[in-house]
């Protein structure tokens, strides 16, 4: 059994952060820094309580972990509210952001024989996050592309996790009009809803769920090794889905064959907006590494141990998610707030085969 605690800080803000400072600037004096004499560092505790354990002769051994971590105090660089003079200074934030949940890690000799051997290895997570006691909220996650303009799409506010959706709700298309219909905040739903003034909090980008397995098999002298890693229960915004690919592009470009229903009758001038439209589960499980190998030992007096290996890299992704990979994250961080899970244009990952020879002389 294991229990454990630890508390670590962070000073990530600039040298003299808490003091005003003032510079030259075509002949004038002009202050750079608003000083906080109240600026402390950020701190976040944790605590952690685990078994780890072993049967049949360390055959199947593991490990059950609960952790919890919570981060107070936080940095941030704030603009100064007017009438006070323009400027920013920086603060530490109300409020905590925990983390918490629990780590499952199996791994188990299947088979082990003079000819063969098989080993399996799993980890599971089941993680929460929130954010408590926040006054207010901070937006961030900058969307783009044509009619995008300054929009926004995540907010860090108490009682929900961080980074959450801040979006529209879709309602569909109506069927008279082509247009798209949203949801009131009063429950009503209506073409003529303005989606900007009609906003929810409407999934966390953050994953709820982690996932790992790892097997290698080996017969003789040949070795194959799997590697797999996943993610679950997180939303994701498709931005290339709603300004590059949509409906509204049809006299120009090439269009997403998701978006173009024709029993709906959408109309071509029917135009995006940011909204749970383009939400969608970021789910997947994805074959990150395939290595087969075969160890030709020595050959003659100068080769010695001559192992000869083939791999592959990403090499297959199972997702419903209708981008190119659901691990992306396009920066769209506001006044220094990082955003989580927005795909913008990004260049889908390669896939790489790599040829490999190990020896020693």
């Known amino acids: 059994m294991r229990l454990g605690w630890g508390k670590t800080g962070n000073q990530e803000f600039p040298s003299g952060a808490s003091r005003n400072r003032y510079v030259f600037e075509a002949q004038a004096i002009r202050q750079a820094n608003f000083g906080n004499p109240d600026l402390r560092w950020e701190s976040s505790a944790t605590i952690n309580a685990g078994i780890d354990f072993a049967f049949f002769q360390n055959r199947l051994s593991g490990s059950v972990d609960y952790f919890r971590k919570m981060t107070t105090d936080a940095l941030f660089e704030q603009t100064l ?11 530490n934030l109300d409020g905590e952001i925990i983390n918490e949940g629990v780590e499952l890690a199996l791994t188990g000799n299947i088979v082990g024989n003079e000819n063969w051997n098989w080993n399996l290895s799993a980890n599971a997570t089941y993680l929460e996050n929130r954010v408590s006691g926040l006054l207010g909220y901070y937006e961030t996650a900058a969307l783009r592309g044509q009619g995008f303009s300054g929009v926004l799409g995540q907010r860090m506010v108490s009682g929900q996790p961080l980074n959450v959706w801040y979006l529209a709700q879709f309602e569909g298309i109506d069927p008279t009009t082509g247009m798209s219909m949203y949801r009131g905040l009063d429950g009503t739903v209506s073409t003529s809803i303005d989606p900007a003034l009609n906003k929810f909090y409407v999934g966390s980008p953050n994953p709820k769920y982690l996932l790992g397995i790892s097997t290698d098999v080996t017969y003789k002298r040949f070795t194959a090794t799997i590697n797999t890693h996943g993610a679950f229960g997180h ?26 229903d024709r029993e709906a009758g959408e109309s071509t ?93």
């Open 81 to 91: 509210a007017q009438p006070a003079p323009a400027g920013r200074i920086w603060v």
């Open 235 to 260: 939303y994701l915004f498709n931005n290339t889905m709603a300004t590059v690919l949509g409906v509204n592009n049809m006299s120009n470009r090439n269009i997403a064959k998701t978006v173009f």
């Open 269 to 361: 001038s029917n135009s995006a907006a940011p909204s749970t439209r383009y939400l969608e589960k970021g789910d997947f499980l994805k074959l990150s590494n395939l290595t087969l190998s075969y160890n030709v030992g020595n050959i003659g007096r100068g080769i010695r141990n001559l192992n000869v290996s083939l791999t592959g890299q990403n090499l297959l992704v199972f997702k419903g998610y209708n981008g190119f990979d659901p691990e992306v994250n396009t920066d769209g961080s506001t006044d220094d707030i990082p955003s989580l899970g927005i795909e913008y244009l990004p260049y889908p990952p390669a896939r790489t085969f790599l040829l490999g020879l190990n020896f020693s002389l």
